[in-house]
């Protein structure tokens, strides 16, 4: 059925509300079979198809993604509505279905139409073209029609230059213009084709010679933005100041196209806070934009600032271990000049040039709290949450897995959501400082001494892991340990000396070889994953490429053609290679896009 549709329509991507009419081309007993549905049922079934007919299907069009055929249905109703409301397909790029329109389906409110347009000229969703040509987006959707050449020669000879605008919509009457422009986001076009080089080296020097260049350059930048504040200045006054927040209005009569959309706020942020576009800053001087107390800040003047802020953080938080995304709010009493500020980046940064600050600079930081060892900083946490849990508890049996409540007032501030059972579990199995000893038994901490630990012998310590995996199968079902995976020290269910142990590192160290080699048959005898998915695909594809060479009678070093598939049924291939796309493997492994980390036994194989 999909074969008598896809000669009927010219393609296969069939709607799913489809049913077989009662007529020719199609047959009699099938007339009423209700084919989208069919095929979604096939989808979400794949893996109990056979190879060859997935491969059939897949060589007839069959698209296998459910989300994809979903995401193509809700299109094409959006291209469908479009055309209802408005009699054309000449549809932006920045197009959104309006939220308030009873002209739409309610479940097509906010939907993207322009920005879904612009993937498939990208490239996307290639299996629906023909459907997508049948709805007349032929000509929007075929970059090769667009001519551009001729299209750039009028707006030079229009404009004087090729800067063109991102904004720039060429007028659908404008009989200047190619007829395939006309219409269309020229300038959007323009952005897409040439700075994402998705045109040939060819055309790309040809269009270069032309005079077009990035539309992002500084020089047009600043023109942009000389532009924006004439108007805004125009509209609202000379004296009145440009809110950070100001976004030029889209279909605005007051700004020009091309500058609809312009974050002129932010661009304004950027010049006068930070220093941006240094060498333009008389022309915005010129303008009334104040730009005086811009100054490049060295090391040591970021240090005063980010001294000052963290004594602010200091009493909000309790605490100066500031989290690297942690970014100034805009409340009291942070100081308004620093609004937006990025603390934590600072302070970061600040941190990992410590060499490079002054005496007085590092001085007034480490007197504003400022934390320059993070190992330290968690042992002083550490230390602090075994005094106050044994304040609170009256003992020190701090259990494995806990962890310091949120918005407990019993704890400090700088404690909430610390994990202080895991950490302190972890102090006792390395060894501990003389200090922290002598405090910690003063709390009642008992020690028990221990003297260097006698080598096990490895036929009981591979026992041990071997009743390790057991029981971790038995609780899970599986034995694909994360490699996170800790065995608590008191789960009786586990072998002792495995108590505590991080047995996802332990099976790591199993298949890299490191552990317990001379039985890796034996452990994947049992089940557990030994050899990694990339080692066992590169395996069978060297196995495959013999045999093809055994069959064919080829020299040591011959790759099948791109397009060759291993037979289903073959007596000379052994069934698990069956359907096996081996060309295809074979030159994505050649131009290394594939198993790149098998690469020195794909060269042994003569692969590569």
């Known amino acids: 059925l999909l074969e008598i549709y896809r000669k009927v329509h010219q393609h296969s991507s069939v709607p799913l509300s489809f049913i077989v009419p009662a007529e020719a081309p199609w047959p009699s007993h099938a007339f009423g079979v209700t084919l989208g549905f069919h095929l979604t049922v096939l989808r979400k079934h794949i893996k109990l198809i056979a190879w060859a007919d997935e491969r059939r299907l897949t060589e007839l069009g069959m698209c296998w993604s459910q989300q994809e055929v979903l995401r193509v249905e809700k299109f094409v109703r959006a291209v469908q509505a479009y055309q209802t409301v408005f009699g054309n397909l000449n549809i ?27 993937y498939i000229q990208q490239g996307g969703y290639a299996l629906h073209i023909r459907r997508f040509y049948d709805l007349g987006l032929e000509y929007h959707l075929n970059r090769a029609r667009f001519d551009l050449k001729n299209a750039l020669e009028v707006y030079k000879g229009i404009h004087g230059h090729c800067g063109v605008p991102t904004h720039f919509m060429v007028d659908a009457n404008d009989d200047r213009y190619p007829a395939s422009i006309r219409g269309v986001d020229f300038g959007r076009m323009c952005r897409m084709l040439l700075l994402a080089r998705k045109i040939s080296h060819e055309d790309l020097e040809s269009f270069k010679a032309m005079g077009l260049r990035s539309i992002r350059g500084t020089d047009q930048t600043a023109d942009r933005i000389c532009s924006a504040i004439r108007c805004f200045q125009q509209v609202y006054g000379v004296t009145r100041e440009i809110p950070t927040a100001f976004v030029v209005p889209e279909g605005s009569s007051s700004y020009p196209p091309e500058l609809w959309g312009m974050a002129l706020g932010e661009y304004l942020r950027r010049i006068t806070r930070l220093g941006q576009l240094e060498a333009y800053h008389d022309r915005f001087r010129a303008l009334g934009i104040a730009i005086e107390g811009v100054v490049k800040r060295d090391v040591g003047q970021w240090s005063a600032i980010v001294a000052q802020l963290l004594r602010i953080y200091e009493r909000q ?5 500031v989290p690297q995304a942690f970014v100034v709010p805009r409340e009291k009493p942070w100081p308004e000049e620093y609004h937006d500020f990025a603390l934590g980046h600072k302070v970061h940064m600040l941190r990992g040039k410590k060499k490079l600050l002054t005496d007085h600079a590092y001085q007034n930081l480490t007197d504003a709290g400022m934390i320059w060892s993070l190992r330290q900083y968690n042992a002083e946490c550490l230390d602090q949450g075994v005094e106050v849990f044994k304040a609170i508890h009256g003992h020190l049996d701090i259990p494995f897995e806990f962890t310091v409540p949120m918005n407990d007032r019993q704890w400090p501030q ?14 006792g199995q390395t060894r501990i400082k003389p200090e922290r000893y002598e405090r910690w038994t003063a709390l009642g901490v008992v020690f028990t001494p221990r ?32 490699h996170s995976y800790f065995i608590a020290p008191d789960d009786t269910a586990y072998p002792e000396r495995c108590r505590g142990k991080n047995l996802g590192r332990t099976l790591q160290k199993i298949r890299e070889g490191v552990l317990f080699p001379q039985h890796r048959g034996d452990i994947e005898a049992m089940g557990i994953r030994v050899r990694r998915k990339n080692v066992l695909q590169a395996e069978l594809i060297c196995e495959a490429v013999q045999c093809y060479r055994q069959v064919h009678g080829f020299e040591a070093t ?25 060309g295809k493997l074979c030159h994505r492994i050649i131009h290394k896009q594939y198993l790149l980390k098998c690469r020195d036994m794909l060269i042994a194989a003569g692969i590569v």
């Open 414 to 427: 700088r404690l909430w959501g610390f994990n202080l059972g895991t950490r302190f579990y972890r102090v």
């Open 451 to 482: 003297a260097r630990p006698q080598k096990i012998e490895a036929k009981a310590r591979y026992a041990d892991i071997l009743q390790a995996f057991r029981v971790f199968h038995a609780k899970h079902g599986h034995y694909d340990v994360p």
């Open 558 to 582: 011959a790759i099948p053609p791109r397009t060759y598939v291993v037979p289903s049924e073959s007596n000379t291939f052994p069934e698990k290679m069956w359907g096996m796309p081996l």
């Open 92 to 118: 932006p790029w920045r197009y959104i279905v309006p939220s308030d329109s009873k002209d739409w389906d309610t479940d097509l409110h906010g939907y993207r139409l322009g920005k879904f347009i612009e």
């Open 317 to 321: 938080y309790e605490s100066t271990c």
